[in-house]
């Protein structure tokens, strides 16, 4: 057989082809091996949930997941006896405490940006207030002098002033009209850096994975949340926790 011809029934069948199956067996890397993820031999490696996500991991420094190997862990007179799932379980809790002081973080903020909502608006609503007020005067003058002006027969200073009022009518009642939701009905980020918009939405944080929600949003989006990486990463490990601590 020539060379050529035995590198590709290598690639095409696999150096081992011409082993029986106890000696492929043998060959194969047994569950206590270095190179095995121990965590994967429990249940899943935590690595392999975040990948290319914010909360991506990094690669595990195990190279091996196979499910042969893990099969033949569970069905060995060892299993659950080499303290994997105790190891499993703090690996697991300690991702879970990582989220949970980022999700405490993610409602302080959601807290501090509605405080900041509020007062922003306080003083929005002041200046506005203040804007209104002014108006009022300006009409209440001109009307007073537009009258003055039509009992001394000046009409042209009289159709005049009364254009001024409808302008500056037009511009109050534009301003009334202007005034936001009440603020505290919204939450918005500050670094959006835009407090005052119609599509400001109350916002809350996913109790699961940290991440912040749109408030009765449309069920396409909360879906897409659902069904997301990190939120059903994040779900498989708090599911895992609870199962181990019933049942090791």
Same mark, same amino acid.
């Given at each position: 057989?020539?060379?050529?011809?035995?590198?590709?029934?290598?690639?095409?069948?696999?150096?081992?082809?011409?082993?029986?199956?106890?000696? #492929?067996?043998?060959?194969?890397?047994?569950?206590?091996?270095?190179?095995?993820?121990?965590?994967?031999?429990?249940?899943?490696?935590?690595?392999?949930?975040?990948?290319?996500?914010?909360?991506?991991?990094? $690669?595990?420094?195990?190279?091996?997941?196979?499910?042969?190997?893990?099969?033949?862990?569970?069905?060995?007179?060892?299993?659950?006896?080499?303290?994997?799932?105790?190891?499993?379980?703090?690996?697991?809790?300690?991702?879970?405490?990582?989220?949970?002081?980022?999700? #405490?973080?993610?409602?302080?903020?959601?807290?501090?940006?509605?405080?900041?909502?509020?007062?922003?608006?306080?003083?929005?609503?002041?200046?506005?207030?203040?804007?209104?007020?002014?108006?009022?005067?300006?009409?209440?003058?001109?009307?007073?002098?537009?009258?003055?002006?039509?009992?001394?027969?000046?009409?042209?200073?009289?159709?005049?002033?009364?254009?001024?009022?409808?302008?500056?009518?037009?511009?109050?009642?534009?301003?009334?009209?202007?005034?936001?939701?009440? $603020?505290?009905?919204?939450?918005?980020?500050?670094?959006?850096?835009? $407090?005052?918009?119609?599509?400001?939405?109350?916002?809350?944080?996913?109790?699961?994975?940290?991440?912040?929600?749109?408030?009765?949003?449309?069920?396409?989006?909360?879906?897409?949340?659902?069904?997301?990486?990190?939120?059903?990463?994040?779900?498989?490990?708090?599911?895992?926790?609870?199962?181990?601590?019933?049942? $090791?």
């Amino acid at each position: 057989m020539t060379a050529e011809l035995r590198n590709m029934l290598d690639e095409l069948m696999g150096r081992d082809r011409d082993l029986s199956m106890q000696e #492929k067996e043998k060959q194969q890397c047994h569950w206590s091996d270095e190179n095995v993820c121990k965590m994967f031999l429990v249940r899943f490696c935590p690595h392999d949930l975040f990948t290319n996500t914010k909360a991506d991991l990094g $690669p595990c420094k195990h190279d091996t997941h196979d499910v042969k190997i893990r099969e033949c862990y569970r069905n060995s007179n060892r299993h659950k006896r080499m303290g994997y799932e105790q190891n499993f379980l703090r690996t697991l809790e300690n991702i879970v405490d990582d989220m949970e002081r980022k999700i #405490k973080r993610q409602h302080e903020r959601l807290e501090h940006d509605e405080r900041y909502m509020k007062q922003e608006q306080a003083r929005v609503d002041t200046i506005r207030q203040e804007r209104l007020n002014s108006l009022t005067t300006e009409i209440d003058d001109l009307l007073e002098k537009m009258a003055q002006a039509g009992s001394e027969g000046n009409v042209d200073e009289a159709q005049s002033m009364m254009k001024q009022v409808e302008q500056l009518r037009q511009e109050r009642e534009v301003i009334k009209n202007s005034k936001n939701e009440d $603020p505290a009905n919204k939450v918005f980020l500050v670094k959006q850096n835009v $407090p005052f918009i119609n599509e400001m939405k109350h916002m809350e944080v996913c109790i699961v994975c940290g991440a912040f929600l749109v408030v009765n949003d449309t069920q396409t989006r909360v879906d897409a949340h659902l069904s997301g990486k990190q939120h059903v990463g994040y779900k498989m490990i708090r599911e895992a926790i609870s199962e181990l601590k019933v049942r $090791p």
